[in-house]
């Protein structure tokens, strides 16, 4: 199926926000860091115009379209994160054997889970900062993919195999996302 004419989508530049293209490459830069992503798309050009970006596909398909979309949202989350940044909240829940959750290094140990005796272990993405207050765990960061896939590993991390959950709902659960901090 093919769409006649040109789509474009448009991202406003917030003030305090700088934004550089260089051909596929976008770099943004904010009070609370920087972030830079390629997007190549054969079809799909990405340019400044004033104080906006710009994201345009000629004679798009289907999946062109839905790229122009996709690109002006991650920019978009991009541009956000460097203003302020992300935030999600977990919480620890256990019944019985209480858990303990420490930050080490690049890594979340998770230690006594269900009175397992080997920790378990989550990665922690790019430049996340995790703080654990008792049983809150909290993860910060400007890249709200980092955010998210370092809250995704830790839930993982508490997986219980064999047991019905319905019962055994003990675990490191995501009980608010993807916050917008401003700074």
């Given at each position: 199926m093919t769409l006649t004419g040109t789509i474009e989508e448009k991202v406003e530049i917030p003030q305090g926000v700088k934004v550089k293209v260089a051909g596929s490459k976008v770099t943004i830069h904010g009070k609370a860091g920087e972030l830079s992503r390629d997007f190549s798309h054969p079809k799909v050009k990405i340019a400044l115009v004033e104080d906006n970006v710009s994201i345009t596909c000629e004679y798009p398909?289907?999946?062109e379209k839905a790229a122009v979309g996709t690109f002006a949202s991650?920019?978009?989350?991009?541009?956000?994160?460097?203003m302020g940044?992300?935030?999600?909240?977990?919480?620890?829940?256990y019944s019985h054997f209480p858990m303990k959750a420490t930050v080490k290094g690049d890594k979340v140990i998770i230690e006594n889970f269900l009175g397992e005796k080997a920790p378990r272990h989550a990665n922690i993405i790019g430049k996340t900062k995790v703080t654990i207050k008792g049983a809150e765990v909290v993860l910060h960061g400007i890249n709200v993919e980092e955010v998210g896939q370092t809250a995704a590993n830790i839930e993982r991390a508490c997986h219980i195999r064999n047991f019905d959950p319905r019962v055994f709902q003990d675990g490191i659960y995501i009980v608010e996302k993807a916050r917008k901090v401003k700074a």
């Open positions: 398909k289907v999946k991650h920019i978009q989350n991009m541009m956000d994160g460097v940044g992300f935030e999600y909240h977990m919480k620890m829940v």
